[in-house]
Nanobody, 125 residues
Framework: QVQLVESGGGLVQAGGSLSLSCTAS?????????MAWFRQAPGKEREFVAG????????LYADSVKGRFTISRDNAKNTVYLQMNSLKPEDTAVYYC?????????????????WGQGAQVTVSS
């Protein structure tokens, strides 16, 4: 059974920083998997935020977070991270980590089979 558990998030003022972690079961962190972060704001579709390949040598970001968010992973700890800086009220959402065994970073929700339970991030103005 593949399991992903997010932690972190919370409430921060605009301009502040937060970090998220997602720890996966060993099976989920097998070779050649992609790890990604998505987010879903109330009344909106779930959208891709950032993704990283197995080695960490390739990353991809949504234009809306580029330059502010950083995705990284520690395969020894089966953990992927999302460092969020210069947060804006429009970053408020539930953030989900996801994984799929594939070579390239996917950006569509349907391309990921395994999901975490979500972590709330709220940015006040």
């Amino acid at each position: 059974q593949v399991q992903l558990v997010e932690s972190g998030g919370g409430l921060v003022q605009a301009g502040g920083s937060l970090s998220l972690s997602c720890t996966a079961s060993e099976r989920a962190f097998s070779n050649y998997n992609i790890m990604a972060w998505f987010r879903q704001a109330p009344g909106k579709e779930r959208e891709f935020v950032a993704g990283i390949n197995w080695s960490g040598g390739s990353t991809l970001y949504a234009d809306s977070v580029k330059g502010r968010f950083t995705i990284s992973r520690d395969n020894a700890k089966n953990t992927v991270y999302l460092q969020m800086n210069s947060l804006k009220p429009e970053d408020t959402a539930v953030y989900y980590c996801a994984t799929e065994r594939r070579w390239s970073i996917a950006t569509k929700r349907f391309e990921y089979e395994y999901w975490g339970q979500g972590a709330q991030v709220t940015v006040s103005s």
